[in-house]
T-cell receptor
């Protein structure tokens, strides 16, 4: 399975944009890039995903590099409620025995 | 729409005791998963199922068994609990397509003393 690399932690000020990077240099052409987050004492929740083009939804934006070897999750205006661990994961659309393999993620700290 | 529901939410076991964790999903998903999460770590896949009546081993299957007798339920069993199995357990479900999201339960905090 392709793997991802993320910084262990990042800090940001409240009300400012946050850019969370993810490297996935061994990504295959059929891998979707998924982002999840885990708030304290909760289960992971879906944030966003994409294949090649940049994606936007009500929670965040996903910017995918042209060679797809890296991506960036963008929180446009971070609030204290966005403090969580963010996971970048690859999911192969052609994998019939789909296994989500998780790294340690990036712990996002929001300063008031 | 309840999504993914795990029971129980908390449990304390003595070493050697057995128990079953239940995961139920109401989204008609084909795939279901059991993960464990130790402090400061990401999730590690224990077992998964790609359909009713099928199960497969993940990264850390030793000491656990699973069953998927009904599509909506995925059971995780510990036959003889050990302190190393103290962890938070998460269940998830999804459609097979990589272009879809996975849904997670709220977790079961298990302590083995």
């Amino acid at each position: 399975d392709a793997k991802t690399t993320q910084p262990n932690s990042m800090e940001s000020n409240e009300e400012e944009p946050v850019h969370l990077p993810c490297n996935h240099s061994t990504i295959s052409g059929t891998d979707y890039i998924h982002w999840y987050r885990q708030l304290p004492s909760q289960g992971p929740e879906y944030v966003i995903h994409g294949l090649t083009s940049n994606v936007n939804n009500r929670m965040a934006s996903l910017a995918i590099a042209e060679d797809r070897k890296s991506s960036t999750l963008i929180l446009h205006r971070a609030t204290l409620r966005d403090a969580a661990v963010y996971y970048c994961i690859l999911r192969d659309s052609m994998d019939s025995n789909y296994q989500l393999i998780w790294g340690a993620g990036t712990k996002l700290i929001i300063k008031p | 729409n309840a999504g993914v529901t795990q029971t129980p939410k908390f449990r304390v076991l003595k070493t050697g005791q057995s128990m079953t964790l239940l995961c139920a999903q109401d989204m008609n998903h084909e795939y279901m998963y059991w993960y464990r999460q130790d402090p400061g770590m990401g999730l590690r896949l224990i077992h998964y199922s790609v359909g009713e009546g099928t199960t497969a081993k993940g990264e850390v299957p030793d000491g656990y068994n699973v069953s998927r007798l009904k599509k909506q339920n995925f059971l995780l069993g510990l036959e003889s609990a050990a302190p190393s199995q103290t962890s938070v357990y998460f269940c998830a479900s999804s459609d097979p397509d990589g272009d879809t999201e996975a849904f997670f339960g709220q977790g079961t905090r298990l302590t083995v003393v």
